[in-house]
């Protein structure tokens, strides 16, 4: 089964004239990575120097790419999304403090979150970033193998009290939850309690999914691994399987410390893996529940074929597409019209906290190879077959 990628009327169905062009002419600055890096730099010595230019982030960046200041204020872009048949994952986009306060904070805004999505069928997966709940630092620690002080060991027990709060709250709403990934060097201990999570709340029917990153070379073996070890303890298996987000860092942290790089050796071994799991998933499925993360073409085709020739209803319950809001809208609004599971990632948070993201959803389009122009090509088709159809 072949889906047209390129349809530009189904891809911007939700968006006006002004929209349209507001989307071009952010990716169009986005194109050049010198002008992010000069961007970015400005924009930070405004807020320090407290210039008024919330108002000009919240007009461009922050409406295509976040859904409002709290979960209130998203209910526009939930409503909207949701009459083309794409639902909403609520994305809290605040990076807190290392902080009892922050990481409170975090679970408070988390439960919230949890509520929305129970009282909204548009809100299939409610997700959470790990670290929010607790200090990376410690985490760090407890991979290297680092006795933990006694201070140190309260908090990582109050990080942990936190996660089962969150996924019972979760599992008693009937609710799915995303635990999103992190960093290498602690992220063994994030899957370790995701997995904890699962042989809690797992028995009966997917409610935790783990993030599998498959820039990195050894994840997909890591998740057949984690497969295994939840069908043998007679759980379902939930996963979200994206290709990455932390590769630099990644890199550079290898590199100064002298240990293995932990990425994949180009972008080609990143997709065989990736498209390894998307089969691993299907073979699997009576006990494997998958969030496919991707601004992909090529993974979302394989998807969908692989789905028709295992006779896989589209709206199989099991598997979700999801792509981030503001981008990749052509496979987004394609994949939904078909009756394919489909969500957007909505990050929310008040302005002038979630620019940390914005900074890099700007470096990452830059440093992705040829989503910008992508994105771009579209827009510009899209703007030209409107003009035609005057």
């Known amino acids: 089964m072949s889906l047209n990628f390129d349809d530009t009327k189904v891809a911007f169905q939700a968006k006006s ?6 989307s071009f002419l952010i990716f169009l600055s986005m194109y050049r990575p010198w002008v992010v890096s000069l961007g970015t730099s400005i ?3 405004a807020l320090k120097w407290h210039l008024p230019i919330k108002w000009v982030i919240r007009g461009t960046f922050f409406e295509q790419f976040c859904g409002g200041e709290s979960i209130a204020d998203c209910q526009t872009k939930i409503k909207q999304l ?13 990076e807190g403090q290392e902080s009892e306060k922050s990481f409170d904070h975090t679970l ?23 670290t929010g709940l607790g200090s990376k630092s410690v985490m760090t620690k407890i991979q290297a193998g680092v006795r933990l002080t006694p201070l140190e060991r309260q908090g990582f027990d109050r990080f942990k009290e936190r996660g089962h709060q969150i996924a019972a709250e979760i599992a008693s709403l009937n609710q799915r939850l ?15 309690f995701c997995y904890e999570l699962m042989l809690t709340h797992n028995q009966k029917q997917p409610v935790v999914y783990n993030t599998y990153q498959f820039y990195r070379h050894q994840m997909l073996n890591n998740m057949k691994a984690g497969f295994a070890k939840m069908h043998e303890s007679g759980c379902y298996f939930g996963a979200k399987i994206v290709r990455g987000a932390y590769m630099e860092q990644e890199r550079n942290r290898a590199q100064e410390r002298g240990y293995v790089d932990p990425i994949q050796p180009n972008k080609e071994a990143t997709d065989r893996d990736y498209n390894e799991a998307l089969r691993f998933a299907i073979k699997n499925l009576d006990h494997f529940s998958v969030c496919v993360g991707t601004h992909n073409e090529e993974s979302s085709r394989l998807l969908v074929n692989l789905m ?32 394919y599971n489909v969500a957007k990632y909505v990050p929310y948070g008040p302005v002038e ?14 440093s992705v190879k040829g989503q910008t122009s992508r994105e771009l090509m579209l ?10 159809n005057k």
């Open 17 to 22: 004239k002004s929209g349209l062009m507001l």
């Open 43 to 45: 924009i930070s010595l």
């Open 82 to 94: 949701n009459q083309f048949n794409v639902k909403t994952i609520l994305d809290y986009s605040v």
């Open 108 to 130: 408070k805004e988390a439960m919230n979150a949890a509520h929305a999505a129970q009282s909204e069928e548009a809100i299939p997966f409610c997700v959470l970033k790990m």
């Open 178 to 192: 995303l635990i999103d990934a992190e960093e290498s060097w602690y992220q063994d201990v994030v899957d370790d």
């Open 308 to 339: 028709h020739e295992n006779k896989v209803k589209n709206n199989d319950q099991r598997l979700f597409f999801a792509q981030l809001l503001g981008m990749s809208d052509n496979i987004s609004f394609k994949l939904s019209q078909e009756g």
């Open 353 to 366: 906290k979630v620019i940390p993201y914005l900074f890099r959803r700007a470096e990452e389009n830059t």
């Open 379 to 388: 827009i510009r088709k899209e703007i030209n077959r409107r003009k035609l």
